[in-house]
């Protein structure tokens, strides 16, 4: 039986990474597998640059998309698949190699997932985490600027040049396409409870 695909999408901010960690927590790896957009970026080298010559990584061409859909295609066959982990600025960082298990729930998360079209059509639930610009705004110079060393400025450009224009073209349009609109201004705690009950339910029922 084909597993069941969740994508979960919002913008830059809204809680996407914290809310996905904590989906996966109660199930094990047999039950539920989870593939991230961000583990397929391309190349510093390949990222498109704007007027002032820093890449922008907010475009959809930022991603190997095909690569991002094979390998969802291949979950869906039943296999395994591995690919290094992505490490953003850390040039230091030794990337891990990651293991991604086919399981009857599969989760697709990141920025992109609604608007790569062949992506979306595999989706049997669409999840949008949503939040008000202010938040995401913080919530992303303390990831930038804390987790990843960039400088505030570098931070504060980036959002206002690539962020917010890639949101309004290529994210906030499929807000309307979501099954599911979690709101998290101050917690996602009952969006996530919803969507916990919900799988266990499905793993649990009949197509298990």
């Not at 890449?55 to 039943?78: C, M, T, V, W, Y």
């Amino acid at each position: 039986m084909k597993p069941l695909i969740i994508g979960i999408t919002g913008g830059s901010g809204s809680g996407k990474t914290s809310f996905v960690r904590l989906l996966r927590e109660p199930f094990n790896a047999q039950e539920l597998c989870v593939i991230s957009q961000d583990d397929y970026y391309r190349p510093r080298s390949e990222q498109d640059k704007d007027e002032q010559g820093v890449e922008n990584f907010d475009l959809p061409k930022s991603i190997d998309k095909k690569a991002f859909h094979d390998d969802i295609q291949r979950l869906i066959a039943g296999e395994t698949i591995q690919r290094l982990e992505y490490k953003f600025n850390d040039g230091s960082a030794v990337p891990r190699t990651l293991t991604f298990c086919s399981a009857p729930v599969i989760v697709v998360e990141g920025l992109f997932v609604f608007h790569y079209k062949k992506i979306f059509d595999l989706m049997d639930l669409k999840v949008f985490l949503h939040a008000k610009e202010n938040l995401k705004v913080i919530r992303r110079i303390k990831r930038d600027k804390v987790e990843r060393n960039y400088p505030l400025e570098d931070v504060l450009y980036r959002y206002e040049n690539h962020v917010m224009p890639s949101f309004e073209r290529y994210v906030q349009p499929y807000l309307e396409k979501a099954d599911l609109v979690v709101n998290n201004n101050s917690d996602f705690n009952m969006g996530l409870a919803v969507l916990k009950g919900f799988i266990r339910n499905y793993l649990d029922g009949p197509n298990k």
